[in-house]
């Protein structure tokens, strides 16, 4: 992050990759809506995420309950969406293992965010 508050190279760099992976995505899949709607949702919810995540650090005062249950919200949902499709393509004994590390992950960072205490540096 530069000091005016704009993103540096590397975030600009890695924010113009997943553009183009996402826009490729939509383009192979494009005879497929629940595909294509998969990855806009994705895109979005990253994008959010990723902007909640720097208001958090930007700001970690008044609005940090808010950011932290929103942050929580859309790593949930990114997790759930991708143990979905994961788990979809794998057998069984499988899919039981990815929803169960999913299921602890949102378990993991809802104690992380909201059940474990702090302390401030």
Not at 67 to 91: C, E, R
Request: aromatic share 16%; charged share 15%.
């Amino acid at each position: 992050m530069d000091r005016d508050g704009r993103p540096g190279w590397l975030p600009s760099l890695g924010f113009a990759f997943l553009s183009f992976n996402c826009g490729m995505a939509i383009y192979r899949s494009r005879d497929d809506p629940s595909s294509v709607a998969f990855v806009v949702i994705a895109y979005l919810a990253l994008i959010i995420l990723f902007r909640c995540l720097h208001l958090f650090e930007r700001n970690p005062g008044r609005r940090g309950r808010g950011l932290k249950a929103a942050v929580w919200g859309l790593s949930t949902l990114l997790t759930l969406m991708f143990s979905y499709k994961v788990a979809a393509i794998m057998p069984l004994w499988a899919q039981l293992l990815v929803w169960a590390m999913g299921i602890f992950t949102i378990v993991a960072g809802f104690y992380a965010f909201f059940v474990a205490h702090q302390e401030d540096p």
